[in-house]
């Protein structure tokens, strides 16, 4: 079983910066693939961003330039979501995620963002 569990969502106005964690413990493979989902209601979750065991990355077109996700796996298994320039159509939940094989898909329970106008 793996378990994660995010951290640093809140309150911030527009053009403000928030920076979320999500570690993950358990039973984690050295080859996975770690990645941000945010959802909001009546709205599919949707991909921000992923970071695989190599480092590359991928991200949502609307957070390219703004959203910055990395890893650290030295003592923890984390890995961090850094935003800046936040919009109002930034606030949801963010869900954690951990992608392995094998296995299937883990999620954590989600931190929530919002943005003030």
């Known amino acids: 079983q793996v378990q994660l569990v995010e951290s640093g969502g809140g309150l911030v106005q527009a053009g403000g910066s928030l920076r979320l964690s999500c570690v993950a413990s358990g039973r984690i493979f050295s080859m996975n693939v770690l990645g941000w989902y945010r959802q909001t209601p009546g709205k599919q979750r949707e991909l921000v961003a992923t970071i695989s065991w190599t480092g590359r990355t991928n991200y949502a077109d609307s957070v390219k330039g703004r959203f910055t996700i990395s890893r650290d796996n030295t003592k923890n298994t984390t890995v961090y979501l850094q935003m800046i320039s936040l919009k109002s159509e930034d606030t949801a939940v963010y869900y954690c995620?951990?992608?392995?094989?094998?296995?299937?898909?883990?999620w954590g329970k989600g931190t929530l963002v919002t943005v003030s106008s």
């Open positions: 995620n951990l992608n392995q094989s094998p296995g299937m898909p883990y």
